[in-house]
């Protein structure tokens, strides 16, 4: 029987590779990147940008890099971050929250009232300038929600009105000094890990995680699913205890690791666990990606959104707190126009989509890095705020760019 031949295909053969065709050895690249996750492709940008700014301002001032540097460095990061976490989870969402500058500030001013004013105990201060972050998230969700009110404008007028009442809560004093001997203060400055108990949190982080990877390998063979080799997960771990190791090693030598730092590694790991590894997460990133698809899979859109923005106004409040200990202060400015844009800025830098379902927790650590190190590095160069803004504008706007082409050829 004579075979049949197979009919010519009606796909044209592919051309040669050119220096213009994304087959190019130069252009390998992108297709490389397309078999990275998500969450990896999105950190790769920004770590590449911050040690690159690291390095520049190394050599141009070697004091950079100094320990003491980093430590003022980290402890300046803490608050921001705190309120850039928050920003990432209503990103998440695919909302926006203009205000968070104005809740801290509100919040800083709440306890400085309350404690040096009034009185009142440091901790119950606290717990009301929180309250206050959970009752503004609260009604701009049920405002976003059940009226449909664009996020943007609706925190637009917060941030207006709760500067308004911050002024209020000032009165004509204007500005409100905390007492040093306040153990927030003591916290926010003062407070360092010890090295045995510095040490300690390294080895117990290294441990779980460690355990954590064998578990989920273990969980994948039994399930006969892809899965990471043992020298892979053994490599991840150990470049993890050397990252962490030598960070705690070199900070030694100053002054260590602060207590706001810890706090703010501790939220940003645990938000990473709620939005990776529960139902919750999911349903975030879902809501982000796609709210129509989110709501006809049976997903509660409302009840998400609302707790996203009750998280973020509740983060912004915390942030407001740690600044008005690490200032000891709380006036006028506190929490003003620079807060909430640096905020916004450093969740996006860090990775997070303005569009929703697509960013990380540790997106907040990454671009905060980044902006608080052109801060400090422009600071030691004599360098003035104009300048600190112009280069943080345009360093965005490279990270966004990079995200963009990144990107691009996944979506082909």
């Given at each position: 029987?004579t075979p049949?031949?197979?009919p010519?295909s009606?796909r044209?053969p592919?051309p040669a590779a050119?220096?213009f065709?994304?087959?190019?050895?130069?252009?390998?690249?992108p297709?490389?990147?397309?078999?990275?996750p998500?969450?990896?492709?999105?950190?790769?940008?920004i770590i590449?940008a911050?040690?690159?700014i690291w390095?520049?301002f190394?050599i141009?001032n070697?004091a950079f890099?100094?320990?003491?540097?980093l430590?003022n460095?980290?402890?300046q990061s803490a608050p921001?971050?705190?309120?850039?976490?928050?920003?990432?989870?209503?990103?998440?969402a695919g909302q926006i929250?203009?205000?968070v500058?104005?809740v801290s500030?509100?919040?800083?001013?709440?306890?400085a009232?309350t404690?040096?004013?009034w009185?009142?105990?440091i901790?119950?201060?606290?717990?009301?300038?929180l309250?206050v972050g959970?009752?503004?998230?609260?009604?701009?969700g049920?405002?976003?929600?059940?009226?449909g009110l664009?996020?943007?404008v609706?925190t637009?007028?917060?941030l207006?009105?709760?500067?308004g009442?911050q002024?209020?809560?000032?009165?004509?004093r204007?500005?409100?000094?905390?007492?040093f001997?306040?153990?927030?203060?003591?916290?926010a400055?003062q407070g360092f890990?010890s090295?045995a108990?510095?040490w300690?949190?390294?080895a117990?982080?290294?441990?779980?995680?460690?355990?954590?990877?064998l578990?989920e390998?273990?969980r994948?063979?039994?399930?006969?699913?892809?899965r990471?080799s043992?020298?892979r997960?053994l490599l991840?771990?150990?470049g993890?205890?050397?990252?962490?190791?030598?960070?705690v090693?070199?900070l030694g030598?100053?002054?260590?690791?602060g207590?706001?730092?810890?706090l703010?590694l501790?939220?940003?790991?645990?938000?990473d666990?709620?939005?990776?590894r529960?139902r919750?997460?999911?349903?975030?990133?879902a809501?982000?990606?796609d709210?129509?698809?989110?709501?006809?899979?049976?997903v509660?859109?409302r009840r998400?959104?609302?707790?996203?923005?009750?998280?973020c106004?509740?983060?912004?409040a915390?942030?407001g707190?740690?600044?008005?200990?690490?200032?000891a202060a709380?006036?006028?400015?506190?929490?003003?126009?620079?807060?909430y844009?640096?905020a916004?800025?450093?969740?996006?830098?860090g990775?997070?989509?303005?569009?929703?379902g697509?960013?990380?927790?540790?997106?907040a650590l990454?671009?905060v890095?980044?902006?608080?190190?052109?801060s400090?590095?422009?600071?030691l160069?004599n360098?003035?705020?104009a300048s600190r803004?112009i280069?943080?504008?345009?360093?965005?706007?490279l990270?966004?760019?990079?995200?963009?082409l990144?990107?691009?050829?996944?979506?082909?």
């Amino acid at each position: 029987m004579t075979p049949v031949p197979a009919p010519p295909s009606s796909r044209a053969p592919y051309p040669a590779a050119s220096a213009f065709d994304s087959d190019a050895p130069f252009a390998r690249l992108p297709r490389l990147l397309r078999r990275l996750p998500d969450r990896e492709l999105g950190m790769l940008p920004i770590i590449g940008a911050l040690v690159l700014i690291w390095a520049v301002f190394g050599i141009i001032n070697p004091a950079f890099l100094s320990a003491e540097n980093l430590v003022n460095l980290t402890l300046q990061s803490a608050p921001t971050g705190v309120i850039a976490l928050g920003v990432v989870l209503v990103l998440l969402a695919g909302q926006i929250d203009l205000s968070v500058g104005s809740v801290s500030g509100l919040a800083a001013s709440v306890v400085a009232v309350t404690t040096v004013l009034w009185e009142w105990p440091i901790g119950l201060g606290i717990v009301l300038a929180l309250s206050v972050g959970v009752v503004v998230g609260l009604t701009y969700g049920l405002l976003a929600t059940r009226l449909g009110l664009p996020s943007f404008v609706l925190t637009l007028a917060g941030l207006m009105v709760l500067a308004g009442v911050q002024l209020r809560v000032l009165g004509s004093r204007g500005s409100i000094n905390l007492p040093f001997e306040s153990w927030l203060v003591d916290f926010a400055q003062q407070g360092f890990l010890s090295p045995a108990a510095a040490w300690s949190l390294v080895a117990a982080v290294i441990a779980v995680v460690a355990a954590v990877q064998l578990l989920e390998r273990s969980r994948r063979a039994r399930a006969e699913l892809p899965r990471a080799s043992l020298a892979r997960v053994l490599l991840r771990v150990g470049g993890l205890a050397a990252l962490l190791g030598g960070t705690v090693a070199y900070l030694g030598t100053a002054r260590g690791i602060g207590y706001p730092v810890v706090l703010f590694l501790s939220l940003v790991a645990i938000v990473d666990v709620l939005l990776r590894r529960t139902r919750w997460g999911r349903s975030v990133r879902a809501v982000g990606g796609d709210r129509r698809s989110a709501m006809l899979a049976g997903v509660a859109v409302r009840r998400v959104t609302v707790s996203c923005f009750v998280a973020c106004s509740t983060f912004a409040a915390l942030g407001g707190v740690l600044a008005a200990g690490r200032l000891a202060a709380a006036n006028q400015g506190t929490g003003g126009a620079e807060t909430y844009l640096t905020a916004i800025a450093a969740a996006v830098i860090g990775g997070t989509s303005l569009f929703g379902g697509r960013g990380s927790a540790w997106s907040a650590l990454t671009g905060v890095l980044v902006i608080t190190s052109i801060s400090s590095g422009l600071t030691l160069l004599n360098l003035d705020t104009a300048s600190r803004y112009i280069v943080t504008g345009l360093v965005l706007v490279l990270a966004l760019t990079a995200d963009t082409l990144l990107r691009a050829p996944r979506s082909r």
